[in-house]
């Protein structure tokens, strides 16, 4: 179970409701693929900061709150894409208290520092 709250500094984030354990799927979302022709005109709305990359060029927004959570280049968890079920799940990559905001890495990989698009607040 997760909930939306303001942080600190980042705006609004997600939060366990519950404790995860490392390895348990956190979120399940369904994506909505966007055509590759169509992802240029992403970067001309708000959703530009929401979308994910997806299979070769197109791109994909993600539904429930897979597109919520907060970026961190030490996040305790990861997202996995399934192409082929047009499925992103959100996975503990360490214990995740109640109470305790869940960060994913926007580059793909945990531990990946290449600077973001924004300047990351940590």
């Known amino acids: 179970m997760l909930v939306v709250r303001d942080t600190e500094a980042k705006g609004r984030g997600i939060f366990a409701h519950k404790d995860f354990a490392k390895g348990e799927v956190i979120e399940k979302a ?7 022709e169509q992802v240029k005109l992403i970067t001309h709305t708000v959703l530009f ?8 060029e197109s791109g994909a927004i993600a539904l429930g709150l897979a597109s919520l959570f907060n970026h961190s280049y030490h996040p305790n968890a990861l997202y996995v894409k399934n192409f082929a079920k047009r499925v992103i799940e959100v996975i503990a990559y360490q214990d995740i208290a109640e109470g305790e905001e869940v960060t994913v890495n926007y580059n793909g990989v945990v531990d ?6 924004f300047d990351a607040v940590e």
């Open 30 to 36: 369904c994506v909505i693929v966007i055509p590759k």
């Open 112 to 117: 990946d520092v290449t600077p973001v698009w």
């Open 49 to 56: 900061n929401y979308y994910f990359n997806w299979h070769g």
